[in-house]
């Protein structure tokens, strides 16, 4: 089992930056793919980026060029730097591991934009 903690939500204005960190339990950490997903009221729950264990990484077209993910293998660490925020990056950010079909998520974190 592995136990996933978000962190770094907030309130933010349009136009700022936030960034979220998701801390790991376990020794496996590497080997998992790493995602970031988001959730808005009445609306489904959506990848916005995610980051392979060789490191590759895609993201949603919405947040391409303003969001970044990374990950720290020493510290069982993926990050989302989130850029020009707008209104509608509005939701509770989850974390998500994979491997093989093996699926483990976080308690999600809120991130409001607004002025």
């Known amino acids: 089992q592995v136990q996933l903690v978000e962190s770094g939500g907030g309130l933010v204005q349009p136009g700022g930056s936030l960034g979220l960190s998701c801390a790991a339990s376990?020794?496996?950490?590497?080997?998992?793919?790493m995602g970031w997903y988001r959730q808005a009221p009445g609306k489904q729950r959506e990848l916005v980026a995610a980051?392979?264990?060789?490191?590759?990484?895609n993201y949603a077209d919405s947040v391409k060029g303003r969001f970044a993910i990374s990950r720290d293998n020493a510290k069982n660490t993926v990050y989302l730097q989130m850029n020009s925020l707008k209104s509608e990056d509005t939701a509770v950010y989850y974390c998500k591991a994979q491997v093989s079909q093996v699926e483990y998520w976080g308690q999600g974190t809120q991130v409001t934009v607004s002025s």
């Open positions: 376990g020794s496996r950490f590497s080997i998992y793919t």
């Open positions: 980051i392979t264990s060789g490191g590759r990484t």
